[in-house]
């Protein structure tokens, strides 16, 4: 999927995720916020990057994600997170950094 994109990565992996998310929970409310730009002189983001090069990295580093689905209904937290997680394994496997807020409407 990455390399059909060619030389142009910024941004990818937040499209990806907004894409696979939406398709697996129809969400009424998704946020995917790209905050590598406020972890730039952290440690540990550069060197995650260069420490696994055969994973095509980006310079995305850090996303967090707001969702909000019907899905979630009557699912805890950690179920609400493990079915998330496994629907965007592969631009995780590429972050530095993951964050999620998922949640049932109220």
Do not use: C, W, Y
């Not at 142009?8 to 790209?34: C, N, Y």
């Amino acid at each position: 999927m990455f390399e059909e994109l060619g030389p142009r990565k910024m941004g990818i992996l937040v499209e990806a995720i907004k894409g696979k998310l939406t398709e697996a929970f129809t969400p009424s409310q998704l946020e995917v916020i790209d905050q590598s730009h406020l972890h730039a002189a952290h440690g540990g983001a550069a060197e995650h990057k260069a420490a696994f090069p055969e994973k095509d990295m980006t310079d995305e580093t850090h996303v967090h994600v707001v969702i909000t689905s019907d899905v979630f209904a009557g699912m805890n937290t950690l179920a609400k997170h493990r079915a998330v997680l496994a629907a965007v394994a592969e631009e995780v496997d590429r972050l530095h950094a993951f964050s999620l807020e998922a949640k049932a409407p109220s």
